[in-house]
């Protein structure tokens, strides 16, 4: 069954700070990749997504994820966190396709900012 | 453009009880997508209706069900309520036919059973 680690539970930044979240993935095959964002007391918004071809992504909010196949990984990055940032961060992997397209999540990293 | 809506936002209900949350797709989806987020975990997948049917379905209890109209809205019924079935449930959309691969969640209905 795929599987996704997100291994930091919470990560503190200073604002202007580079930021980098973590999410490993067990699948045999290549799955679609996903991040999204989560603000207290709301629903998730898609940051950014991997299907094929570029092993580097741009979303939206200035955030970007890079796929490594050879280390199953899908990092997320930012160059510079504004404090509008801080939320919940959320690693998704779904198998797509015709016969359904569950997303499988990680627990989360919480991100705070410092100003 | 309305994106994915959930009604209601909030629900208290008492153990035992059978509870109807309600989900209409963004606009052009036909895809709808349950999930139930846990406090402090994340969103765990219940199941998913294309074409009115169950075409996918997680880990979880027949006490879950749920189902599709003509129109695409959704529901998720719970029966026999347990105080462990106090979570987020979430609502996602999405288009089957360009490969459903990306899901558009709603705010979510907030649920508590005492």
């Known amino acids: 069954a795929q599987s996704v680690t997100q291994p930091d539970i919470h990560i503190t930044v200073s604002e202007g700070a580079s930021l980098e979240l973590r999410c490993n993935y067990s699948y045999g095959a290549t799955p679609y990749l996903f991040w999204y964002v989560q603000s207290p007391g709301q629903g998730l918004q898609l940051l950014l997504k991997?299907?094929?071809?570029?092993?580097l992504v741009q979303g939206i909010k200035g955030f970007e994820a890079e796929f490594k196949r050879s280390q199953s990984s899908f990092n997320l990055r930012k160059p510079s966190v504004h404090w509008s940032d801080a939320a919940e961060y959320f690693c998704?992997?779904?198998?797509?396709?015709?016969?359904?397209?569950?997303?499988?999540f990680g627990t989360g990293t919480q991100l705070k900012v410092e100003l | 453009d309305a994106g994915v809506t959930q009604s209601p936002t909030h629900l208290i209900k008492t153990r035992g009880q059978q509870v109807t949350l309600r989900c209409s797709p963004k606009?052009?989806?036909?895809?709808v997508s349950w999930y139930q987020q846990a406090l402090g975990q994340g969103p765990q997948f219940i199941f998913q209706?294309?074409?009115?049917?169950?075409?996918q379905r997680g880990n979880f209890p027949d006490r879950f069900s749920g189902h599709q109209f003509p129109n695409y809205s959704s529901e998720l019924n719970v029966n026999a309520l347990l105080l462990g079935d106090s979570a987020l449930y979430l609502c996602a959309s999405s288009f089957t036919l360009w490969g459903g691969y990306e899901q558009y969640f709603g705010p979510g209905t907030r649920l508590t059973v005492t």
């Open positions: 209706y294309y074409e009115e049917e169950e075409r």
């Open positions: 998704a992997v779904g198998l797509g396709g015709g016969g359904g397209n569950k997303l499988t």
């Open positions: 606009s052009g989806h036909d895809t």
């Open positions: 991997y299907f094929s071809g570029d092993t």
